[in-house]
């Protein structure tokens, strides 16, 4: 696999799983 | 009769997710990244998740919160609702009960499939199919297409029907909450933990065959994931993602209206749409692009891929991963894994199908849950016979264009016009934000109101140009196919105006009984 292609896969499953954390933290979490 | 409700947040975004969780996350995904410019391609992919994916997310989940206030679970009902004044607009709502109805027709018989292969898969039915030609001749003995020394007739898949069949109307029979509910909520981690097992299986495949180390996982990844930069000058590869993210987030085919109405007034929409999407692209992109693409490449090598890649999503399904996994020290273990995942994915999703016409008779007609389900069964179990029956003779493919493509972007284009323009912006955005657990940024207020419908309007008159026109001119269908794709196509109109007489006859009705009241 090429640099970029990392590169991609990184990036494309970092932003993934950082909205679903935060969606699951904001979800389960108290109500504001 | 008193409304259904989900019994709290984590319910209905599980309903939802599972809803959208389809085959297509498995198999479409990976299928369109390997032909459309690899790692480039999900430039687009996200582009259209930002300005058509989560507005019409938005979009949908507010319409269905707002009409299950009215007492509609349906789109006539909430359409009407949104612009009284306007006689017409419930008619074009039928499109959300039709769109599901002719999906279902042939979703239910394909997800039968899936659990038939899964027992295949544990009892070792299909071992003997070594090679891609041997696992088709397997798939059409069993759909009936072929005889051959694997099934001499249609009685092992039609038997798979039934029971596939049944099921969907026990879940549906039990309810929103007790039937659909329940089943999401433990079929969606379930089948989350499947594809993670899944995609460590494959992960762990490093170089299968020592003698062609470039046959690796890891090149299969950079098959995937690799950029091909000159694929972004092409329109087609931008509307193949658009495509993608429309069809990935059941959005359009009016299932979301359907669950989001049995909300509360005050009860979250935005973050829970926000939720639903993000684990669907979870199981979209980090675990779908991760299981039959890098496994193909490992076991078949870069000559393989375009043709495995391009041989479409039943070929991926039920001939590439079998294939492969049997191959695996537990393959019927992997194997039953694979197919049951596909077939959760499946079964979440058609229920979330079959809800929508099961809620227009139980609201609009006043009939019970139980009569309005053995209804609902009686018309689907006869209108599928003919996907049953003619499955080679086109009658798939023009149920699926006319129930899972054309009348999705109509259906899509239609509701966000009615939200944005009718309803009026302020109003949409003021509903949007009600008993809402997070703000939406400012800017979606202009993306509501003029990209995303600027967007769907290009990809109507794109797609109705470049691919629909052929296919409803019937382009291209042979004369043997003629009379069934004709005869399928005449049955769809009938189904629709019957639908459109049901609307009719329903506010008639309610029409005479208010006037009755006043008097």
């Keep these: 696999m090429l640099l970029s292609g990392w590169l991609f896969m990184g990036l494309s499953w970092g932003a993934i799983l950082t909205l679903f954390v935060y969606c699951l933290i904001r979800t389960l979490g108290p109500r504001k | 009769m008193a409304r259904e409700k989900w019994s709290g947040k984590i319910g209905v975004i599980m309903a939802v997710a599972g809803s959208a969780i389809g085959l297509g996350n498995f198999l479409r995904f990976p299928g369109q990244v390997a032909q459309n410019g690899g790692g480039a391609f999900i430039i687009p992919y996200f582009i ?16 269905g919160r707002f009409g299950g206030g009215f007492g509609h679970s349906t789109a006539p009902g ?64 069993y759909q009936g297409i072929m005889h051959n020394e694997y099934f001499s007739g249609l009685g092992t898949a039609y038997l798979f029907y039934l029971i596939t069949f049944a099921l969907n109307g026990i879940v549906l029979y039990y309810g929103v909450r007790g039937g659909i509910e329940r089943v999401c909520k433990y079929g969606v981690p379930v089948l989350l933990l499947l594809a993670i097992i899944l995609v460590v299986r494959v992960f762990l495949l490093g170089t299968p065959d020592a003698a062609q180390p470039e046959n690796n996982v890891l090149n299969g990844l950079g098959f995937i994931w690799n950029p091909d930069w000159s694929a972004l000058k092409s329109s087609r590869v931008w509307l193949a993602a658009a495509g993608q993210i429309f069809f990935t987030l059941s959005c359009g085919i009016g299932v979301i209206l359907t669950y989001a109405s049995y909300l509360n007034k005050n009860d979250d929409v935005a973050l829970s749409g926000l939720t639903a999407a993000a684990a669907n692209e979870f199981a979209e992109v980090i675990l779908g692009g991760s299981l039959v693409i890098p496994a193909a490449f490992a076991f078949f090598g870069a000559d393989a891929m375009a043709s495995i890649a391009r041989g479409g999503v039943f070929n991926l399904g039920f ?28 079964i979440t999703s058609s229920i979330s199908l079959g809800q929508p016409a099961v809620a227009f008779l139980m609201d609009e007609f006043n009939l019970s849950r139980r009569k309005a389900v053995l209804i ?44 944005a323009w009718v309803f009026g912006m302020d109003r949409a955005w003021t509903e949007l934000h ?14 509501i109101k003029y990209v995303t419908p600027l967007f769907l309007l290009f990809i109507l008159g794109f ?48 029409k005479l009984r208010r006037e009755n009241y006043a008097a």
């Design chain 2, 463 to 510: 797609w109705l140009v470049e691919d629909w026109l052929p296919v409803m001119l019937l382009k291209g269908v042979s004369k043997t196919d003629l009379p069934f794709v004709l005869g399928t196509r005449l049955g769809l109109v009938l189904l629709f105006l019957v639908l459109m007489i049901m609307v009719r006859q329903s506010w008639k009705r309610r």
């Design chain 2, 78 to 141: 909430m359409f009407h609702s949104m612009w009284e004044k306007n006689r017409f607009i419930k008619y074009f709502g039928v499109i959300g009960i039709f769109g599901p109805i002719v999906i279902y027709l042939y979703y239910v018989y394909i997800e039968s499939w899936l659990l038939g292969y899964s027992l295949f898969a544990l009892t070792g039915r299909y071992n003997a199919c070594a090679t891609s030609e041997g696992m088709v001749a397997f798939l059409h003995g």
């Design chain 2, 434 to 447: 009600a008993g809402s657990d997070i703000t939406i940024p400012r800017f979606y207020r202009f993306i």
């Design chain 2, 319 to 346: 001939v590439t991963m079998p294939l492969i996994l049997q191959k695996l020290a537990f393959g019927n273990l992997f194997g039953f894994a694979w197919f049951m995942l596909l077939f959760i994915a499946g």
């Design chain 2, 376 to 419: 609902f069964m009686a018309v689907t179990f006869v209108l599928t016979q003919p996907a049953i029956f003619f499955l080679g003779r086109g009658v798939v493919d023009e149920l699926d264009f006319w129930g899972g493509s054309f009348f999705l972007v109509v259906f899509a284009t239609v509701e966000t016009i009615l939200f």
């Design chain 2, 48 to 63: 259209s998740l930002l300005l058509l994916g989560l507005p019409l997310m938005w979009i949908e989940w507010t319409i």
